[in-house]
């Protein structure tokens, strides 16, 4: 993917990439593919796929790690946290006390950015609790991070195993941008990217904006435009996996140290989440996005072109979808096979009177650069996720 060069891709050079890269790859075909439930990513699978999880715990991201840890299919190459729901020096020691939970000493932690790129932090506090867990409790780690920053690690690993790792993220995106533009060959030697982020249903910090987005807006366009295959799990489907009392109940009777933790993060969890007046959740956002990951069949996903807004003042952070045949007005079936009748330009705001614009188009054609999840399966996500974090499956 050829770049400005000075890290960034521009839209422009990311049409150029994208195209190249689908022709090469075929992806275009499979891009149009019908949309629908995804086949099993693990259907045959025989060795580990290797994965970077970029995280920012958080209690719904401790039951994700939890159920990564737990998951043979993953060779976890490391967890990089990253400043979000709470600051780094809180989501730091929260991903360490859960490598230590897991008895997962063994996987690298490498500390990432303290802030987004070029906003003021805002956290989620109010809905993680001071200490990012909920309320629930812990030891102090004695586990150590290693010295190497995020997205040096990021690099090195990517760099090591080209065309073999895949990232997860669960929170703000500022640790992958900052790889981006360390290296801007590096897009091109990610297998690919599921991140628990963005909404094409309307946000959750704002009405606009979903949390992780909405932190850093910027890095989420990097990595949007980055060319990386990506899949977005996002408030559309999340918002359909509410913990509950039941799942907790289950989790204590299972005797583990894994299954009791999940058990006290969720218990404070759901206690904390009714206190602010709220009848269901907390919604497993990020368990979502390793379960998809692990087995892709749980997801319904779509073609999008999917863009980030950056400069709207009630706005940013905004994931903004943008299909010919998904959505209220679907085309007949069949259609999204005929590439040449799914072009539809891409239209940004009508530019103001000032602007040199005299047109609201920012794309001639439309370009899918991610499959975005629209539907989830529910009964079978918790299936996966309350069996493993309990030691049954
Ligand atoms: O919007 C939900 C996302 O924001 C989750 O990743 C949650 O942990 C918070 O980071
Ligand atoms: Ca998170």
Same mark, same amino acid.
């Given at each position: ?44 699978? /025989? ?7 970029? %995280? ?51 996987? #690298? ?100 904006? /979903? ?61 904390? %989440? ?93 370009? #899918? ?25």
């Amino acid at each position: 993917m050829m770049d400005s060069g000075k890290g960034r891709v521009t839209r422009r050079e990311f049409v150029k990439g994208t195209a190249a890269m689908m022709a090469a790859s075929g992806g275009g075909a499979a891009l149009f593919a019908s949309p629908g439930w995804a086949g099993s990513a693990t259907a045959g699978q /025989e060795q580990a796929r290797r994965v970077i999880i970029d %995280t920012d715990p958080g209690v719904d991201d401790a039951l994700a790690l939890l159920l990564a840890m737990r998951s043979p299919e993953l060779k976890i190459e490391g967890i990089t946290p990253v400043a979000g729901n709470v600051p780094l020096e809180l989501t730091l020691p929260n991903a360490l006390r859960l490598v230590e939970i897991a008895g997962r000493s063994d996987i #690298p932690v490498a500390a990432g950015a303290r802030g987004p790129l070029v906003r003021r932090l805002v956290t989620a506090t109010y809905a993680h609790g001071e200490n990012g867990l909920g309320g629930a409790v812990f030891p102090d780690p004695t586990t150590k991070p290693i010295d190497e920053p995020a997205a040096e690690f990021i690099r090195r690993i990517v760099r090591k195993y080209p065309g073999e790792v895949s990232l997860i993220t669960l929170g703000p995106l500022t640790n992958i941008a900052t790889a981006l533009n360390l290296d801007p060959e590096l897009a091109g030697m990610i297998r690919g990217l599921t991140m628990m982020g963005g909404s094409l249903s309307g946000g959750n910090i704002t009405p606009a904006a /979903e949390f992780n987005i909405y932190v850093d807006p910027e890095a989420a366009r990097i990595v949007f435009q980055s060319g990386i295959p990506l899949t977005m799990v996002g408030l559309d489907v999340t918002r359909k996996t509410s913990l509950t009392d039941e799942h907790v109940r289950v989790l204590q009777a299972a005797q583990n140290p894994v299954s009791q933790a999940a058990a006290k993060i969720g218990r404070n969890a759901i206690d904390h %989440t009714r206190e602010r007046g709220y009848l269901v959740g907390p919604n497993m956002h990020d368990s979502l996005a390793v379960a998809g990951f692990l087995d892709l069949s749980l997801l319904k996903l779509e073609p999008f072109y999917v863009d980030v807004e950056t400069n709207g003042e009630l706005t940013a952070g905004a994931t903004l979808g943008y299909s010919p045949v998904a959505g209220d007005l679907r085309r007949k079936p069949g259609m999204e096979k005929n590439a040449a009748a799914l072009n539809m330009p891409i239209r940004g705001a009508a530019p103001t009177l000032a602007s040199r614009k005299t047109s609201p188009v920012l794309r001639e054609t439309w370009t #899918p650069n991610v499959q975005v999840a629209v539907d989830v399966d529910a009964r079978r996500f918790f299936d996966l996720l309350i069996g493993r974090l309990a030691g049954k499956t």
